[in-house]
């Protein structure tokens, strides 16, 4: 198996008013070419550090990266700009369309920043919405006229045009109702079976269930087995899971 | 990014915001109609006191010789003989008098002539006709007055007053003709031509000097270069010391005083340009206003559009264009108001003076360049920051924002 992100030692130190922030304190995690996976972790530990970094939308301080085995933690802006364009496709928890536009120029978007020659817009855009299910008749429709669980299907196509190495998808179902979040995760479980890569963070563990595999992140580390199992147990034991 | 798409994006995010955009471009329309409208209307009124002055007749030198030196019938059959190249030499006396009819009287500027002088000046007979070689000779009680004067002393332009008789000073004369007015006003004088010898005995002293020498060339002849053959000639004929010439003996070409004309008219444009300048000025405020508002609003489009993969360029350029493409709509709305403004001004004008009855306002295709070269040099300038703000945006904060 090709290992599509293979991430080694990951720091990330923020800088503000307040001092410095240790956000993520050594992270090391691999991803295989066709591989779900799933982070999980509380409000401030670090996963949204991580996915802004996977995402290439910030840099590590220190620390390397390789998406398909590029190293990518020294790259300038507009070269992360082209790596988000060409090999990243992203769902986020509120869907980010544009409201005004019609399913359809929602989903060419990302094609405007690819390169990618105008006569080859529409015959993607529309593989990739009938590879998310969305019936034909919305196609014309704004985007504000969908409901959440059609929005987001959207988004997930909009992700998948440019048939990127990896999506990532950040709280996916956290907007939605627990059947339409199904279906969701649904989604992406076929894509899966289609052989994407896809990385979702949640916190969320009957989410993370639909993932190959979880990883577990807290105060910036990546959790060994044994410290997850006893996050588990406390989790239990105080009859919650973590928030 | 594609410029095609570009200009697609720029076209969505202007049109989903309407009302807005054209509130915004209100202001340079404005600026814009503003100085499209003056310029075409300076420039129409320039055309028009041009023609009437007679460009084209460019074949009249006007001389003139102060300093208390009398010029005399005499010195203008000198002028004739020595100077080769003019078909006519003329001569004018003037005064000034007190015109009256009825109960109304003015101020009038008497100028005597002689037979050439309708033939070399371009004054035009709106009615009636000149002196005839007779009135000349004999000093005839006639008079030929202005459009103007028509209008002040009976009330209307359009009156026929030919036949009907006028008093200056104690004398009464007969109108025989009413002349065009010239673009000029003399202020609140009324124009009066009198036949020379008239002028003299009766209203400005049969020892008058004549003020005025009008020349005209013959055609083909260059009269800028008989301008200059007269000039030297007069100054060793009144014997006119070297470093005064230029004081004492005046002769000019009618190019001449075109193209001094022209001078003050483009002075004029620019004063009224200035102006509008100042109304660009606020309105390149205005752009700069709702563009920052509009980045604000779309803080989230761009952490998205980010995310998709947008460089920093593409951003700035997204909203450079949207800025330019706002201030050149209100550009090409000025210059199609501006237009419109300019014959509402012009109808106006040809309304209350009669001498600029056929002023149709010019717009030169320069002054629409211009204004669009503005519009996008105002989007540019006040667009920068704005959409330079917006590409430095962080898309991590960005998309996050609420």
């Not at chain 1, 998808?169 to 994407?196: I, Y």
């Not at chain 2, 202007?14 to 202001?27: H, K, P, Q, V």
């Not at chain 2, 300019?342 to 629409?368: Q, T």
Request: with cysteine; hydrophobic share 40%.
């Amino acid at each position: 198996m090709v290992n599509v992100i293979e991430v080694h030692d990951l720091h990330r130190i923020y800088e503000s008013g307040a001092g410095l922030t240790h956000a993520l304190r050594g992270v090391s995690l691999t991803v295989e070419r066709g591989e779900f996976i799933a982070i999980m972790g509380p409000s401030g530990s670090g996963k949204s550090t991580l996915m802004n970094i996977l995402g290439c939308l910030d840099t590590p301080t220190s620390g390397s990266y390789r998406l398909e085995g590029l190293d990518i933690s020294r790259l300038g802006d507009d070269d992360l700009a082209e790596i988000r364009a060409t090999r990243l496709g992203f769902v986020f928890q509120s869907f980010n369309l544009l409201p005004r536009a019609t399913v359809m120029r929602n989903v060419m978007l990302p094609l405007l920043y690819s390169d990618c020659p105008v006569r080859e817009r529409e015959p993607r855009a529309v593989k990739a919405l009938s590879s998310v299910s969305l019936p034909v008749e919305y196609f014309d429709h704004r985007s504000n006229e969908l409901s959440g669980g059609q929005m987001q299907r959207v988004a997930i196509a909009r992700a998948l045009v440019n048939d990127p190495a990896v999506v990532l998808a950040d709280e996916p179902t956290g907007n939605l109702d627990s059947a339409t979040g199904q279906m969701v995760l649904e989604t992406f479980e076929r894509l899966r079976d289609e052989g994407k890569t896809i990385v979702l963070i949640t916190h969320d563990p009957t989410v993370a269930s639909w993932a190959d595999r979880t990883m577990h992140i807290r105060d910036g580390h990546i959790l060994t087995d044994e410290q997850e199992r006893e996050a588990v147990a406390a989790s239990e034991t105080h009859g919650r899971g973590t928030t | 990014m594609r410029a095609r798409d570009l200009l697609y994006e720029t076209w969505q995010a202007l049109t989903a915001n309407r009302g807005r955009s054209m509130l915004t471009i209100l202001g340079i329309v404005i600026g814009i109609a503003a100085v499209i409208s003056m310029t075409a209307l300076i420039g129409g009124i320039q055309n028009t006191i041009v023609s009437s002055l007679g460009l084209n007749q460019s074949r009249e030198i006007y001389i003139s010789v102060s300093a208390g030196r009398s010029v005399t019938e005499g010195d203008l059959e000198r002028i004739r003989l020595s100077v080769p190249g003019y078909e006519l030499v003329t001569g004018t006396v003037s005064g000034t008098s007190t015109i009256t009819q009825g109960k109304k009287s003015a101020n009038a500027s008497i100028t005597g002539v002689d037979q050439g002088y309708f033939t070399t000046s371009s004054i035009k007979l709106a009615h009636g006709r000149f002196f005839s070689d007779a009135e000349m000779k004999a000093g005839g009680m006639v008079a030929i007055i202005d459009q103007n004067a028509v209008k002040d002393l009976f009330g209307d332009a359009d009156v026929q007053v030919v036949g009907k008789t006028v008093k200056l000073g104690n004398d009464e004369y007969s109108i025989v003709g009413v002349s065009e007015s010239s673009g000029f006003s003399m202020g609140s004088y009324e124009t009066v031509y009198l036949p020379r010898k008239t002028a003299t005995s009766r209203i400005i002293g049969s020892d008058a000097s004549i003020s005025q020498i009008i020349g005209y060339a013959k055609p083909n002849v260059d009269a800028e270069a008989l301008a200059a053959s007269t000039k030297t000639f007069l100054v060793s004929y009144f014997n006119v010391p070297a470093d005064k010439a230029d004081d004492e003996v005046t002769v000019m070409s009618m190019q001449s005083m075109v193209d001094q004309f022209n001078t003050v008219m483009s002075a004029f444009s620019l004063i009224m340009g200035a102006v509008a300048g100042i109304s660009l000025l606020v309105g390149g405020i205005g752009i700069m206003n709702m563009m920052l508002t509009n980045v604000t609003e779309r803080i989230r489009e761009i952490g998205l559009r980010k995310a998709l993969g947008a460089r920093s360029a593409d951003i700035t350029r997204q909203f450079l264009l949207e800025s330019i493409a706002l201030c050149v709509c209100g550009g090409l709305l000025g210059i199609l108001v501006g237009y419109l403004g300019a014959w509402g001004l012009a109808l106006i004008v040809r309304a209350m003076r009669p001498s600029l009855a056929s002023m149709s306002p010019a717009i030169s295709p320069a002054a629409v360049l211009t204004a669009v070269g503005i519009s996008v040099a105002i989007g540019v300038v006040f667009g920068y920051s704005p959409a330079r703000r917006a590409a430095r945006l962080d898309p991590v904060e960005s998309l996050h924002y609420q």
